[in-house]
């Protein structure tokens, strides 16, 4: 089984910043594609940041320039800064990991239970 643990949410004002953890634990031999999305009330869920084994990115248009995903590999580790947040920035924001548990096995999406963010003066 694998976990993934957020932290890091929280209130924060607008222009801001604020930055989000996700530890992945269990049995894990690789993990190739980790990433945070973020759900809104009344929206789908949708992609913010993804970062390969490889460190290649991807952002949401909204949030480029401002947030910065990276990863610590050997804590198998995703991280998201978010700066000068605004009010649309808000929601709860889920870290997502590609795990494969051994070698040469299907690859899974594991999720993390979400950490709420909150932009508001």
């Known amino acids: 089984q694998v976990q993934l643990v957020e932290s890091g949410g929280g209130l924060v004002q607008p222009g801001g910043s604020l930055r989000l953890s996700c530890a992945a634990s269990?049995?894990?031999?690789?993990?190739?594609?980790m990433g945070w999305y973020r759900q809104t009330p009344g929206k789908q869920r949708e992609l913010v940041a993804m970062?390969?084994?490889?460190?290649?990115?991807n952002y949401l248009d909204s949030v480029k320039g401002r947030f910065t995903v990276s990863r610590d590999n050997a804590k198998n580790t995703v991280y998201l800064q978010m700066n000068r947040v605004t009010p649309e920035d808000t929601g709860v924001y889920y870290c997502?990991?590609?795990?494969?548990?051994?070698?040469?096995?299907?690859?899974?999406?594991?999720w993390g239970q979400g950490t709420q963010v909150t932009v508001s003066s």
């Open positions: 970062i390969t084994d490889i460190s290649r990115t």
């Open positions: 997502n990991a590609d795990v494969a548990q051994y070698l040469g096995s299907e690859t899974y999406r594991y």
């Open positions: 269990g049995r894990i031999y690789s993990i190739s594609v």
